[in-house]
């Protein structure tokens, strides 16, 4: 079974270089690979999280060289659960984006890039998910951040490339910070394995330790969007394509706070820097949902309420509890699957009332009954109303809080419940403004174009995903915003009455695999409470290691 860990990072990157040589070519070829690459990662997760809960954690060092020398991989109850939650919502984004429809325009772009990117990313999560190494944390950390850069600016548009910009500056700054603190911890310690560290880091002056602590804690900070380190995300996130938003905000964040448990528990056992990070979990929790609250933009206000959702991870991690793991465990895996569905469901709205300005929709209960459905779903289960996923991660952490009896756990106990009530609020607010109401007068027709080749400065509507194929073709230069025939050629985005199967299918999916959180609850947080217990006791990860 030890063998099967690497296939989650490997089969991603060898299905990257079948994508690229078939390009453009073989558009149905490139995205049955893509899709059964995806669908084996998945089955090979599940087996390792099975595996790793049955008989403990798994791990194989490359190319047979022991640390601290190779290239450590361990795959155990947490990592387990993650690389199963994130490999399934990455297939059910990837089927969303086949059925967006929407092709690399050939005379402009000599290979299809979606997939390649794509396969990529996933690449890099499986990699950072199962690394056993700072350094080849790093490495997934830089593999997931180079595709990033490319799905983030698909189409050339100006505010695409402006955000895109803003992402490749924060990332590279956090980079070379992260940098800094490997060379760090190497030299005070003499290697980067974790199991190794484990047994080292505490041999170190109190002074460095808090150094090194406190560094690996702002880099992952900033990869969760955790407040005050959170002002780049409202503004990259919600100018990309659909899919990749949703990919992005319900996923790519998360490998942040996998790797604040992963290390504040492996590395840093004994919470010093607890109440620091209970008071920015407070202030991600208060000020992202404040600015959501003041959001008329579908995105932007998703935008925020994933900065205010960090925050309850951060909570649990603050903690240090075996209770709290747990509970943040649990909240990681629904968040990862609730917020990745609201934005599947931002791209299904904007594709239907050509916009995601709450002000400038509205009637789509009436107009389009299964959309409602597919929001009103995770908007509850994001706002923690009973008995779905989100309240049950909520009441982990809150009896952790109140176990804890602290001053700032009481804090954070009260400052959830306002979120929590204030994200039901934020709900309510785009149930009523977006579904519930009228339509208002001028709210696009069904064909109004959302974006065409004369639309290079301008991000209006579902966005063209290169390398899917089969788009709607309409006439090249018509200008957005009217309604139109479709033509034999052309490239353009348009409204529909009718949504492509694939994107609600792909959508409902989404919506069943959360509900499936709240259907087997019992065994999710009994399975999270011994991953929360795995991280506590660290010896058996060390054990499957370092082999004593």
Same mark, same amino acid.
């Given at each position: 079974?030890?063998?099967? @860990? ?23 070829? /490139? ?43 361990? $795959? ?17 984004? &990837? ?29 890099? @999560?499986?990699?950072?998910?199962? #690394? ?17 850069? =490319? ?56 002074? @460095?330790?808090?150094?090194? /602590? #406190?560094? &690996?804690?702002?880099?992952? $900070? ?19 394509? $659909? ?17 604040? &448990? ?10 010093? &820097? ?20 003041? /959001? ?129 609020? =934020? ?15 001028? /709210?696009?027709? +069904? ?5 065409? +080749? +004369? ?14 194929? +089969? ?12 309604? @139109? ?47 929360? $217990? ?15």
């Amino acid at each position: 079974m030890n063998a099967l @860990v690497p296939l989650p990072v490997l089969l991603p990157l060898c299905a990257t270089g079948l994508s690229l040589a078939f390009g453009t070519r073989l558009k149905q070829f /490139q995205r049955f690979i893509s899709v059964a690459v995806l669908t084996a990662v998945l089955a090979l997760a599940v087996a390792l999280m099975i595996s790793a809960d049955t008989r403990g954690p798994l791990s194989v060092h490359l190319g047979d060289f022991a640390p601290p020398l190779g290239i450590t991989l361990v $795959a155990d109850r947490l990592s387990g659960l993650m690389l199963t939650v994130s490999s399934a919502i990455t297939l059910c984004v &990837l089927v969303y984006s086949i059925g967006q429809g929407m092709a690399d325009r050939d005379e402009e772009t000599p290979v299809a890039v979606f997939h390649p990117a794509y396969l990529i990313l996933v690449a890099g @999560v499986s990699c950072t998910f199962l #690394a056993g190494d700072l350094v080849n944390l790093y490495v997934g950390f830089e593999i997931m951040l180079v595709a990033s850069f =490319v799905l983030l600016t698909l189409g050339g548009t100006g505010p695409r490339v402006r955000a895109g910009s803003t992402y490749v500056i924060i990332s590279l700054f956090s980079s070379m910070l992260f940098l800094t603190a490997i060379a760090m911890t190497y030299a005070a310690t003499g290697t980067a394995n974790f199991a190794q560290l484990a047994g080292r880091l505490g041999g170190l002056p109190l002074g @460095v330790q808090t150094l090194i /602590q #406190a560094m &690996l804690l702002t880099v992952f $900070a900033i990869k969760a969007a955790v407040f005050p380190l959170a002002a780049w995300l409202p503004d990259s996130y919600p100018t990309a394509p $659909a899919p990749v938003t949703a990919v992005f905000a319900g996923l790519l964040t998360k490998v942040g706070i996998y790797c604040m &448990l992963r290390t504040e528990t492996l590395l840093f056992p004994g919470n010093r &820097l607890g109440d620091l990070l209970m008071a920015a979990a407070l202030a991600s929790m208060v000020i992202g949902i404040l600015g959501a609250v003041a /959001q008329t933009d579908l995105k932007r206000l998703l935008s925020f309420t994933l900065i205010s959702h960090i925050g309850y991870m951060v909570f649990g991690i603050g903690l240090a509890s075996r209770d709290a793991y747990g509970g943040a465990i649990v909240y990681v895996a629904h968040h990862i699957t609730v917020q990745t569905t609201l934005f599947l469901v931002a791209g299904l709205i904007e594709r239907r009332g050509g916009t995601t300005e709450l002000t400038r929709i509205g009637g789509l209960a009436k107009a389009a009954p299964l959309l409602a459905a597919l929001f009103f779903v995770p908007a509850m289960n994001l706002a923690g109303i009973p008995p779905l996923s989100g309240f049950i991660g909520k009441l982990g952490l809150m009896r952790a809080g109140v176990a804890d009896g602290s001053v700032w756990a009481w804090i954070l106990v009260i400052g959830s419940a306002v979120a929590s009530l204030l994200t039901l609020y =934020v709900m309510a607010k785009v149930w009523n403004l977006a579904f519930w109401r009228a339509a208002p007068p001028g /709210q696009a027709a +069904d064909g109004t174009v959302l974006e065409s +080749d +004369d639309d290079k400065d301008a991000d209006e509507g579902p966005d063209r995903i290169p390398g899917t194929g +089969d788009e709607p073709v309409f006439p090249r230069h018509q200008p957005a915003g009217r309604a @139109v025939a479709a033509t034999l050629h052309g490239h353009a985005v348009t409204t529909t009455t009718r949504l492509p199967r694939l994107m609600t299918g792909a959508t409902a999916a989404a919506v069943a695999f959360g509900l499936s959180f709240t259907v087997l609850a019992g065994p999710l947080t009994s399975y999270t409470d011994r991953a929360a $217990a795995e991280l506590l006791a660290r010896t058996p990860y060390t054990e499957a290691v370092l082999g004593r």
